[in-house]
């Protein structure tokens, strides 16, 4: 297959626009969390007013850190959050790079920032950054295994159910919506995906009650302790991409509807509504996933969110995907 | 890009150098719901590395001078430095004690002090806005500086 050189024109459009989304989905999770605790909050711009304060604050890099590794981990985890939203349905389109990976790719993408976290941390020479670091990993191997069963049953149940050739395309799932493919049976199967999916984002995100890795309060931000200016700014930003990213992710498995299906628009006007509706949704999600979450519960601590994750999250998983395979075969 | 950018995005780190805590109590409730104070951009950050105000509280005690050396040379410039109370300008009920190498200003250059024992949160909040215009002035004497540099360069 060759490179289409649109596609290289659109890769620093979509950066662009995924960072300034990010930043703007940040700022009005922090004045909705204010408004929920009675607080004016400040105003939705903030992230983007740290983000140039960050900019111009002197970067300090530690005299006992790995330094090459220590500054090449934030971009790392910047350019690997920007790149799963490139594979998946954003604003509407189809993905940038469909045809170059599939959701397996997605899955493995996702990992990267917690990971790129991580080894920054460990590589910084701070205990504290130890510590978070070693959350972090917990952390991963405790959500990830709920989370890959929900992707795996839905590739499965497109494979089984739908005539498409690449069960593992995010294009073919988002073209045949998976609450149509199912029974009564595999609905409530679904549904319970679905839930396991919204309660792994937490963790995925690293928000409360899962922000264990950072944990401000006890292990003095964590992983972050010893990043400052240049490189706190790309990790931050870093972090807003990847709920946009994962956000996304939801969307494009479990509402993949567009606006032109209920209303028939043509031309700009349909491309413009589309986009609108998929922030929509995009929004809806994170309400549910993490805003609407982070002001409501206290953090876990870290044998607690891991026995959470291998515990109740993953038996919801797994009744899940049980009834959507017995729904399946069987209905 | 310059120095006013802080002005809307203050992230405070707190130090107690041997403070009684009546004055950490009184800067967390300048955080709560009641004065709100995130709505300035104004966030408590959990590590030197993040701050750009350090907030400091008590007369520095001999234990504690080290520390305090510490963690202003930890934090990233620009920064500002404020004293909450009166131990940390003058000494306060501990005046000239044997075990105390402050007040602060001995130590570290001090921008702000807000005294009382403790003082009000909107004493404190006065002093942040202080810190703005102070980080104002910086600004506007750079600008001079370097007009004035470019002027003599031509």
Same mark, same amino acid.
């Given at each position: 297959?060759?490179? %289409?050189?649109?596609?290289?024109?659109?890769?620093?459009?979509?950066?662009?626009?995924?960072?300034?989304?990010?930043?703007?989905?940040?700022?009005?999770?922090?004045?909705?969390?204010?408004?929920? #605790?009675?607080?004016?909050?400040?105003?939705?711009? #903030?992230?983007?007013? %740290?983000? @140039? @304060?960050?900019?111009? @604050?002197?970067?300090?890099?530690?005299?006992?850190?790995?330094?090459?590794?220590?500054?090449?981990?934030?971009?790392?985890?910047?350019?690997?959050?920007?790149?799963?939203?490139?594979?998946?349905?954003?604003?509407g389109f189809p993905p940038l790079l469909s045809g170059y990976g599939d959701l397996i790719l997605v899955l493995y993408l996702l990992m990267i920032p917690a990971l790129a976290l991580a080894v920054g941390g460990f590589s910084s020479g701070s205990?504290?950054?130890?510590?978070?670091? #070693?959350?972090?990993?917990?952390?991963?191997?405790?959500?990830?295994?709920a989370f890959s069963i929900v992707i795996v049953t839905i590739a499965w149940l497109v494979t089984k159910t739908a005539p498409v050739i690449n069960a593992f395309s995010l294009v073919s799932i988002s073209v045949v919506p998976v609450w149509g493919l199912v029974g009564v049976m595999g609905f409530i199967g679904l549904l319970l995906l679905l839930l396991a999916l919204m309660l792994?984002?937490?963790?995925?995100?690293?928000?409360?009650?899962?922000?264990?890795?950072?944990? @401000?309060?006890?292990?003095? %931000?964590?992983v972050f302790v010893e990043y400052s200016g240049r490189n706190l700014a790309l990790l931050y930003l870093a972090l807003d991409v990847r709920t946009i990213a994962f956000s996304s992710l939801v969307v494009a498995l479990f509402f993949p509807f567009a606006f032109t299906e209920f209303v028939p628009l043509q031309g700009i006007v349909a491309v413009i509504a589309n986009a609108l509706f998929f922030l929509v949704k995009v929004f809806i999600v994170m309400f549910f996933g993490s805003i609407f979450v982070h002001v409501a519960v206290a953090r876990f601590r870290v044998d607690q969110a891991a026995r959470a994750y291998w515990g109740p999250v993953l038996l919801i998983a797994l009744i899940g995907m049980a009834l959507v395979m017995w729904g399946t075969v069987l209905g | 890009m310059g120095i006013n950018t802080l002005n809307r995005s203050l992230w405070v780190f707190h130090v107690n150098t041997g403070s009684c805590n009546g004055c950490d109590i009184e800067i967390v409730a300048a955080l709560t719901p009641r004065y709100d104070v995130e709505r300035f951009g104004i966030k408590l950050v959990g590590?030197?590395?993040?701050?750009? $105000?350090?907030? $400091?509280?008590?007369?520095?005690?001999?234990?504690?001078?080290?520390? /305090? /050396?510490?963690?202003?040379?930890?934090?990233?410039?620009?920064? $500002?430095?404020? $004293?909450?109370?009166?131990?940390?300008?003058?000494?306060?009920?501990?005046?000239?004690?044997?075990? /105390?190498?402050?007040?602060?200003?001995?130590?570290?250059?001090?921008?702000?002090?807000?005294?009382?024992?403790?003082?009000?949160?909107?004493?404190?909040?006065?002093?942040?806005?202080?810190?703005?215009k102070k980080l104002e002035e910086l600004e506007a004497a750079g600008k001079r500086k370097k007009k004035r540099a470019k002027e003599a360069k031509e």
């Open positions: 297959m060759t490179m %289409d050189f649109s596609v290289l024109l659109f890769v620093p459009v979509f950066s662009i626009t995924a960072i300034l989304l990010g930043l703007f989905f940040r700022g009005i999770d922090r004045k909705l969390g204010a408004k929920m #605790q009675a607080r004016i909050g400040p105003p939705i711009i #903030q992230p983007f007013i %740290d983000l @140039k @304060k960050l900019l111009m @604050k002197e970067n300090i890099v530690p005299e006992n850190a790995i330094k090459w590794v220590f500054n090449s981990m934030p971009l790392i985890a910047l350019s690997a959050s920007i790149l799963v939203l490139l594979y998946v349905p954003f604003l205990t504290y950054a130890s510590v978070g670091a #070693q959350r972090e990993l917990v952390l991963m191997m405790s959500y990830e295994f792994v984002m937490p963790a995925e995100l690293g928000r409360l009650p899962a922000d264990i890795a950072e944990a @401000k309060t006890e292990i003095a %931000d964590g | 590590t030197p590395r993040h701050a750009d $105000v350090l907030l $400091v509280t008590g007369a520095v005690t001999r234990q504690m001078k080290d520390k /305090l /050396l510490r963690v202003y040379e930890q934090t990233p410039d620009p920064k $500002v430095v404020m $004293v909450i109370g009166n131990c940390g300008a003058t000494g306060g009920v501990f005046y000239e004690s044997y075990n /105390l190498v402050g007040p602060v200003d001995r130590l570290i250059p001090v921008d702000v002090f807000v005294p009382g024992c403790p003082p009000r949160p909107e004493a404190i909040i006065e002093g942040v806005v202080k810190a703005w």
